[in-house]
């Protein structure tokens, strides 16, 4: 069974920078993609931005593009989530999810197998 969990989420003001982290274990994180989404009480959870399994392919949604970057470290079995340029709409919280058949584009939740149980991210306007 596969376990994430993520942290680096708080409190920063608009304009700020967070980087989210998800550890896994359990499984071989190395053969899966990955993907953060983020829900906030009124949404769905929404995909921001995923990564194939050797970090070659990422994906954005618009609104993470030019200032969210995903990557990750298979050594370590960890993804990342560099976000910068904050906005209070970015107010959410944040997931990571493991596809053990894709390639880290699919937008939709029943996509992902492993689900971390989240890290909130609160901005500050």
């Known amino acids: 069974q596969v376990q994430l969990v993520e942290s680096g989420g708080g409190l920063v003001q608009a304009g700020g920078s967070l980087r989210l982290s998800c550890a896994a274990s359990g499984g071989t994180f190395s053969s899966y993609a990955m993907a953060w989404f983020r829900q906030d009480p009124w949404k769905e959870h929404e995909f921001v931005a995923g990564?194939?399994?050797?970090?070659?392919?990422?994906y954005y949604t618009d609104s993470a593009k030019g200032r969210f970057t995903i990557s990750r470290d298979n050594a370590q079995n960890t993804v990342y989530l560099q976000m910068n340029s904050l906005k209070p709409e970015d107010t959410a919280a944040y997931y990571c999810a493991a596809d053990v058949i894709g390639d880290g584009s699919a937008w939709w939740q029943s996509e992902y197998r492993y689900w971390g149980q989240g890290t909130q991210v609160t901005v500050s306007s």
């Open positions: 990564i194939s399994w050797n970090g070659e392919n990422t």
